[in-house]
């Protein structure tokens, strides 16, 4: 009974550079959130998906970062021309249908910007 | 102002206390309430959810929502060292199909 997957869990970019964040829902769940932790802060809503549909991207910045979820594959958040605010903990979760409430997080990917 | 605060604490307590962590929100359209676990540098782990108020108990934990003063809580009975890490509390408006969360309390329990 797997859990919510991400990968990779530890991501170093330079300045600059692209950085791709993958996300496999539980088994069963169609919905996958997206958000960002932040040092000695809260996590923070980014983006809402459902496979092939963005449902929500109100917590998104408006430029560099991007997010998709295809019919086949895990869902991905893309951050281009990454700068040092971005460094972050990036936790994808995902729901059952119908109880969107009932969020299951994965690992998290932790990414660093030199 | 925050939509919902919580203490950071830190929050420490020998083994066998019970603990006490809450929040406080101000959006009153919130109807669930969720309470989640962090160790320190993993995911969230779902441990409650309550819808509207009331109280909800799951083994030693109880959690509590009052919605006229808009405070939540989460009691921890006979308290383990096992159970330090760092608790967020967080909330949805139905619909909105997102989480707002506390900043997170960090607890820890003194053998």
């Known amino acids: 009974n797997a859990g919510v997957m991400q990968n990779p869990r530890h991501l170093v970019r330079r300045r600059g550079q692209e950085a791709r964040l993958r996300c496999s829902p539980m088994?069963?769940?169609?919905?996958v959130y997206w958000y960002r932790q932040l040092p000695e802060e809260g996590l923070k809503f980014m983006v809402y998906?459902?496979?092939?549909?963005?449902?929500?991207e109100s917590g998104m910045p408006k430029e560099r970062f991007s997010a998709e979820f295809p019919k086949e594959g895990p869902s991905i958040l893309r951050i281009q021309q990454v700068v040092r605010g971005d460094s972050a903990a990036y936790f994808c979760?995902?729901?059952?249908?119908?109880?969107?409430?009932?969020?299951?997080f994965g690992p998290g990917t932790r990414l660093t910007v030199t | 102002q925050k939509e919902v605060e919580q203490d950071p604490g830190p929050l420490s307590v020998p083994e066998g206390a019970i603990v006490s962590l809450n929040c406080t929100y101000s959006n009153s359209a919130f109807q669930y309430f969720m309470w989640y676990r962090q160790y320190s540098r993993k995911g969230p782990e779902l441990l409650m959810y309550t819808y509207s108020s009331g109280n909800k108990e799951d083994g030693r934990f109880t959690a509590q929502v009052d919605k006229s003063s808009k405070y939540i809580s989460l009691f921890i009975r006979d308290s383990q060292p096992s159970d330090s890490a760092t608790y967020l509390c967080?909330?949805?408006?139905?619909?909105?199909?997102?989480?707002?969360f506390g900043q997170g309390t960090r607890l820890t329990i003194n053998p």
């Open positions: 979760a995902s729901s059952p249908p119908g109880t969107p409430w009932e969020q299951y």
């Open positions: 967080a909330m949805e408006e139905q619909g909105a199909q997102k989480l707002v």
């Open positions: 088994k069963g769940h169609s919905h």
């Open positions: 998906l459902q496979k092939e549909n963005i449902i929500d």
